[in-house]
């Protein structure tokens, strides 16, 4: 099993740039989520998904956008980038809603909004 | 609302000597806990959780943690640290029982490990 994998690992943008961060997982798990980690600020939660096609907003949804149309896949969009983006973004699963589980976490991307 | 707080953003340490890192947590309704591991440059990973039942949790890499309801805390302990323990650790929280699956991380602990 790969587990969580993320594309890319690096990512540079402009201002008012779009752009998609892929996130797929090969476990068959049906929560998934996005979290941003910034200094200092730990991690937050951007948006989760309960299966395909049921997403929901987390702490701080604003300037992004996800979808879920497969198990497996859970991208995060960014619509029209701003330098307060400029974070590392996890992707991470796990595979029962009650959340007693384990999240399994991807390797993350960095990415930068100049 | 749950919330968490890890009183130390970074504890120093010496090769071989005990650790604690703190965490307290505030909710009104019973709570699942975790502690995470965040190596330098990966993703993160389970230490250990509490779910329900004896409050002393053990989880990998010889890592301990106590929850103690009255003082809502959930301390994370190592009795003897490495060079490899050097990492960012961080206390999560999740309501338990019924279906709010959102976990809420503290700010992390940056351990490092000197010889």
């Known amino acids: 099993n790969a587990g969580v994998t993320q594309t890319p690992k690096f990512q540079v943008l402009k201002t008012g740039q779009s752009m998609t961060l892929q996130c797929a997982q090969d476990?068959?798990?049906?929560?998934m989520s996005w979290y941003r980690q910034d200094p200092g600020m730990g991690l937050r939660l951007i948006h989760y998904s309960v299966g395909a096609g049921i997403t929901d907003q987390g702490e701080v949804p604003n300037g992004y956008n996800v979808s879920r149309s497969t198990t497996e896949d859970f991208p995060l969009r960014l619509l029209s980038a701003a330098p307060s983006q400029t974070s590392v973004y996890f992707c991470?699963?796990?595979?029962?809603?009650?959340?007693?589980?384990?999240?399994?976490f991807g390797p993350g991307t960095r990415l930068t909004v100049l | 609302a749950q919330s968490v707080t890890q009183l130390d953003s970074q504890v120093p340490v010496f090769e071989e000597a005990p650790v604690e890192l703190r965490c307290n947590y505030s909710s009104s309704v019973s709570v699942y806990l975790f502690w995470y591991v965040q190596y330098p440059n990966q993703g993160l990973q389970l230490l250990l959780k509490y779910l329900s039942g004896s409050t002393l949790v053990k989880g990998i890499n010889g890592f301990e943690a106590e929850f103690n309801k009255s003082q809502t805390s959930f301390h994370l302990r190592k009795p003897s640290v490495h060079i490899s323990d050097t990492a960012e650790y961080f206390c999560?929280?999740?309501?338990?029982?019924?279906?709010?699956?959102?976990?809420?991380f503290g700010k992390g602990t940056l351990l490092t490990v000197n010889p």
């Open positions: 991470a699963s796990s595979y029962d809603l009650a959340g007693v589980s384990e999240q399994f």
């Open positions: 476990m068959n798990h049906e929560y």
């Open positions: 999560a929280v999740k309501r338990g029982r019924g279906s709010n699956y959102k976990l809420t």
